[in-house]
């Protein structure tokens, strides 16, 4: 009993010290709220680059690029430009900015001021190291071809990371906006014959126009993973859908490549007001732990597409090494940031 009555001042006071310990651990938690920017900014595509993080997005006469110490919010970004449509070219689309073989690339598309179907992808180069310097001229995809582009991507595959552009086009004649897949030369040069990889039959895939956009590419565990969104983005039911080939297969065969085609694995959330889930991109949180989903969505169903703000979301990972994709959530909502973001 002595030994006992001894003992329970420090038992008591244990008791006391680990609830406040506790406490102050949830306070050193950081939180963030999306969207990740207040205006709107379609097509986000954001990585992670020698400690920071730049961002893309549609913005119809420019590529503007912002850097951020942080992933979770944009908003006090420093702002460069990097490019500015010419006189006689329109409606620039969905810029993505890529590291490849250690130099910087954005691709993108663009218009010639008469009609949309005139849509044709380009690059552009930086001139450095760093994506707030000085980038180059445009520079045509596929000028052998004169057929609507779209949403270009690129796969960097296999131990020799050969180089692949993934993007949306038209058949001809047009009837739904499918994938497609050629190799490339070099970052610049993509090499015709193209490939169709995949085309929308499927009813998730069909709202308000067949179309499969927006593809980018998911890495995990040795496995290839294409995401790409499905449906007209101008309506609420615009979502993603997954694809994705595995065992260093050919990617130019569209058979070896292997389609979830049941269901969207992202998609609008009623009950939490988020609508028009789609065009995706892929980063690291800041320790490299997590992989973070940079999207676009609305916040009202009859929103067609006029206010699409960027948002992120964390990925998780199912056994088989695919990616767990979240509900989407609504704005304004407090949510765990990436993981080492001070």
């Given at each position: 009993?002595?030994?006992?009555?001894?003992?329970?001042?420090?038992?008591?006071?244990?008791?006391?010290?680990?609830?406040?310990?506790?406490?102050?651990?949830?306070?050193?938690?950081?939180?963030?709220?999306?969207?990740?920017?207040?205006?709107?900014?379609?097509?986000?595509?954001?990585?992670?680059?020698?400690?920071?993080?730049?961002?893309?997005?549609?913005?119809?006469?420019?590529?503007d690029i912002l850097?951020?110490?942080?992933?979770?919010?944009?908003?006090?970004?420093?702002?460069?430009?990097?490019?500015?449509?010419?006189?006689?070219?329109?409606?620039?689309?969905?810029?993505?900015?890529?590291?490849?073989?250690?130099?910087?690339?954005?691709?993108?598309?663009?218009?010639?001021?008469?009609?949309?179907?005139?849509?044709?992808?380009?690059?552009?180069?930086?001139?450095?190291?760093?994506?707030?310097?000085?980038?180059?001229?445009?520079?045509?995809?596929?000028?052998?071809?004169?057929i609507y582009a779209?949403?270009?991507?690129?796969?960097?595959?296999?131990?020799?990371?050969?180089?692949?552009?993934?993007?949306?086009?038209?058949?001809?004649?047009?009837?739904?906006?499918?994938?497609?897949?050629?190799?490339?030369?070099?970052?610049?040069?993509?090499?015709?014959?193209?490939?169709?990889?995949?085309?929308?039959?499927?009813?998730?895939?069909?709202?308000?126009?067949?179309?499969?956009?927006?593809?980018?590419?998911?890495?995990?565990?040795?496995?290839?993973?294409?995401?790409?969104?499905?449906?007209?983005?101008?309506?609420?039911?615009?979502?993603?859908?997954?694809?994705?080939?595995?065992?260093?297969?050919?990617?130019?065969?569209?058979?070896?490549?292997?389609?979830?085609?049941?269901?969207?694995?992202?998609?609008?959330?009623?009950?939490?007001?988020?609508?028009?889930?789609?065009?995706?991109s892929f980063v690291?949180?800041?320790?490299?732990?997590?992989?973070?989903?940079?999207?676009?969505?609305?916040?009202?169903?009859?929103?067609?597409?006029?206010?699409?703000?960027?948002?992120?979301?964390?990925?998780?990972?199912?056994?088989?090494?695919?990616?767990?994709?979240?509900?989407?959530?609504?704005?304004?909502?407090?949510?765990?940031?990436?993981?080492?973001?001070?």
């Amino acid at each position: 009993m002595r030994i006992l009555l001894l003992f329970l001042p420090v038992f008591g006071f244990l008791c006391q010290a680990l609830p406040q310990h506790n406490l102050t651990g949830l306070h050193q938690q950081k939180f963030y709220t999306n969207p990740i920017l207040d205006h709107a900014a379609a097509d986000p595509c954001v990585i992670k680059h020698n400690g920071f993080y730049y961002m893309v997005y549609t913005q119809g006469d420019r590529i503007d690029i912002l850097k951020s110490p942080i992933l979770s919010s944009f908003r006090n970004a420093e702002r460069k430009e990097a490019y500015r449509a010419p006189a006689n070219r329109c409606a620039l689309w969905a810029p993505e900015i890529h590291v490849i073989q250690g130099e910087l690339f954005i691709y993108f598309t663009m218009d010639d001021c008469v009609a949309d179907a005139n849509h044709r992808m380009y690059v552009i180069k930086a001139d450095s190291n760093d994506p707030m310097g000085n980038w180059g001229s445009e520079v045509r995809l596929l000028p052998e071809e004169n057929i609507y582009a779209i949403d270009g991507t690129v796969l960097q595959y296999g131990p020799q990371k050969d180089l692949y552009f993934i993007w949306t086009g038209f058949p001809e004649p047009p009837g739904s906006m499918n994938l497609y897949i050629a190799r490339m030369e070099n970052p610049m040069r993509v090499i015709p014959p193209r490939t169709l990889l995949r085309t929308p039959t499927m009813d998730w895939e069909t709202h308000g126009y067949p179309v499969n956009e927006g593809p980018f590419i998911i890495e995990n565990a040795g496995r290839t993973f294409l995401t790409f969104s499905a449906s007209s983005t101008f309506t609420p039911d615009y979502c993603l859908g997954i694809m994705g080939i595995d065992g260093l297969k050919d990617p130019l065969v569209r058979s070896n490549w292997w389609n979830d085609v049941n269901h969207c694995v992202f998609f609008r959330n009623d009950a939490e007001s988020v609508f028009g889930t789609g065009h995706a991109s892929f980063v690291r949180s800041p320790d490299d732990s997590e992989l973070w989903m940079v999207y676009h969505a609305v916040d009202d169903v009859n929103d067609l597409g006029g206010n699409r703000r960027a948002r992120i979301q964390k990925l998780d990972w199912n056994p088989d090494n695919a990616p767990r994709f979240p509900p989407a959530i609504g704005i304004n909502k407090p949510l765990p940031a990436p993981s080492g973001e001070q």
